[in-house]
């Protein structure tokens, strides 16, 4: 464990943090410390920063309730960045995006394959939500609105029964991914996020033995 006063804050004694979820290890978002920032961040254990723009201290999520739960702050070789490891209590942009670093600038052509998730379906869903694109389902069902995502939601739901007596496993993995899709939009609708789930499912199973 080093001592805040061995690092490095730059001229105007702030120090850059690169914040990453705990369980992803997703790159949510760069903001900036200063020691009074840091040192409120340790003793509360969730981010706050300095925000360069209004020249104050702000704790993310202090409006919009989305907080980020510190698990640990580790600095580089060289004592000049903060790389800060958190659970999240929802998306961690303003504009409800999971993570700050959506806009592609470069994608090389070589051949990698990224692990998909549900977090990389919502964020998909989130886009459609705010940036509409010619021809999107997903784009329809929010037009069409709540009541439509609801109706197709059910429909969805008495198909994976359907799926599920038939014993059919290919049907009903089928039936179960259109389930889970719709589930998604019908969170994004509600302002819902997979975070939310996951820290309701925790507090459910904490402590208790499987």
Same mark, same amino acid.
């Given at each position: 464990?080093?001592?805040?006063?061995e690092?490095?804050?730059?001229?105007?004694?702030?120090?850059?943090?690169?914040?990453?979820?705990a369980a992803?290890?997703?790159?949510l978002?760069?903001?900036?410390?200063?020691?009074? +920032?840091?040192?409120?961040?340790?003793?509360?254990?969730?981010?706050c920063?300095?925000?360069?723009?209004?020249?104050?201290?702000?704790?993310k999520?202090?409006?919009?309730?989305?907080?980020?739960?510190i698990?640990?702050?580790k600095?580089d070789c060289d004592m000049?960045?903060?790389?800060?490891?958190?659970?999240?209590?929802?998306?961690?942009?303003?504009t409800?995006?999971e993570?700050?670093?959506?806009?592609?600038?470069?994608?090389?052509g070589k051949?990698?394959t990224?692990?998909f998730?549900?977090?990389?379906?919502?964020?998909?869903?989130?886009?459609?939500?705010?940036?509409?694109?010619?021809?999107s389902?997903?784009?329809?069902?929010?037009?069409?609105?709540?009541?439509?995502?609801l109706?197709?939601?059910g429909?969805?739901?008495?198909e994976?029964?359907? =799926?599920?007596k +038939?014993?059919?496993?290919?049907?009903?993995?089928?039936?179960?991914?259109?389930?889970?899709?719709? =589930?998604?939009?019908?969170?994004?609708?509600?302002?819902i996020?997979?975070?939310?789930?996951?820290?309701?499912?925790?507090?459910?199973?904490?402590?208790?033995?499987?």
């Amino acid at each position: 464990m080093i001592n805040i006063n061995e690092l490095k804050f730059d001229k105007d004694g702030l120090i850059p943090a690169v914040v990453v979820d705990a369980a992803s290890n997703d790159v949510l978002m760069l903001a900036y410390m200063n020691e009074e +920032s840091l040192r409120i961040s340790i003793n509360e254990e969730i981010t706050c920063f300095w925000s360069r723009s209004r020249n104050e201290l702000w704790r993310k999520g202090e409006t919009s309730g989305n907080t980020q739960d510190i698990i640990s702050i580790k600095t580089d070789c060289d004592m000049d960045t903060l790389l800060i490891s958190v659970v999240k209590a929802g998306p961690a942009c303003h504009t409800g995006a999971e993570s700050c670093f959506y806009e592609d600038v470069f994608i090389s052509g070589k051949t990698h394959t990224k692990p998909f998730s549900l977090e990389d379906l919502h964020d998909i869903i989130n886009d459609r939500k705010i940036n509409k694109k010619q021809g999107s389902y997903t784009n329809y069902l929010f037009e069409k609105g709540l009541d439509k995502i609801l109706k197709k939601f059910g429909e969805e739901a008495t198909e994976v029964i359907i =799926a599920a007596k +038939s014993d059919n496993k290919e049907e009903l993995i089928y039936e179960l991914s259109d389930l889970i899709y719709h =589930a998604l939009v019908l969170m994004t609708e509600m302002g819902i996020t997979p975070d939310l789930i996951k820290s309701e499912l925790k507090s459910r199973h904490s402590g208790k033995e499987e």
